[in-house]
């Protein structure tokens, strides 16, 4: 959730490389040359020759400065595509275009990504990964994700896949999987449209399978420098298969949610959530829910503890013999790349 604003695939690379002649300048007077990468979060990816790359709080910029050309977003919203100018006055930046000159307050500033010239360099995500083991009834259970975003000018795309693999004496295994593909075009300066793909797997709900594709419409309520809240409304259209190998074709709504909230003083620390509602338009009476919390604290680096709950309800499971609800609590590793 997190942001929805999320990114992907598409493009063509071109050839084309940024020098490090960026200039960043701390609220304690430390001069820093180098290459701005992105504020995302709070936090300012920065890329020099002698440290390689820092990541820096936002609330301890004082000027910043740089001839390449972003795409920056302001906290009502707006945006804003130009290089970076040195204001006279500190805690401030010019957005320079090639057409205009605007002075902005940092404070009012919650994202800058460079306009890359080639795909690689465009692309940022995740790995996640855990393995957890009780001796008392050898219940094990592994994890792994992994999150891959992509960002032009107006959009913003994503591909997501994540596995939970648990085994137990005297139980049957269970695994649970989820990928997607999701497309978002933002048309205004807070609303977008959405456009997602994928697949599921959940063998406790007693569902083999689920290949879906999804329509909607976004909105972003609140985004800053300490947290992000998006939702959004739409239909989807999903073939579903029991472990039976029952197959069942279903039309449905989507209500969904999402909240970020991120802290940039003292430790590097997360929370998502986020929860989707799918009323069934063809199945009478049956309605499904997934919710999901994580938390993530910074322990070194791109390094973070990861801390996950999964909610999955489903009042009419394609499956008879299938319970209606299922949960995961994940403990593991994530690696931002």
Known sequence: MHRLIAILLIGLPFLGFSAKSDTLIMQNGDHITGEIKKLELGYLTYKTDDVGTLTVKWVRVAFIESKNQFDITMKDGSRHYGSIGRADSSEYMLIESYTDTIQVALGNVVEIAQIKNTFWDRLDGQVTAGFSFTKANANGQLNGGLDLNYRSLNSYQSVGY???????????????????????????????????????QNLQLGLEGRTFGALGLGHVFIHNNHSLFLGGIGATLNNETSTEGDNQINNEGIVQMSYERFK??????????????????????????????????????????????????????ISEDAVKEDYSIIIGLTYSL
Do not use: C, H, M
């Not at 648990?166 to 300066?189: K, V």
């Not at 003292?266 to 929860?275: A, D, E, P």
């Not at 938390?295 to 070194?300: A, D, H, R, T």
């Open 162 to 200: 994540s596995i939970i693999f648990t085994s137990a004496d005297g139980q049957d295994d269970n695994q649970r999987q989820d990928a997607n593909y999701s497309f978002n075009w933002f048309f205004t300066e807070q609303w977008y449209s959405i456009a997602v793909a994928g697949y599921q």
């Open 264 to 317: 940039v003083i003292g430790n590097s620390f997360n929370l998502n959530t986020g929860f989707a509602y799918y009323p069934s338009f063809t199945v009478s009476n049956r309605n499904r829910v997934d919710y999901n919390l994580q938390l993530l604290w910074e322990i070194v680096n791109d390094f973070k503890w990861n801390a996950t709950f999964k909610y999955s309800f489903d009042s009419k499971p």
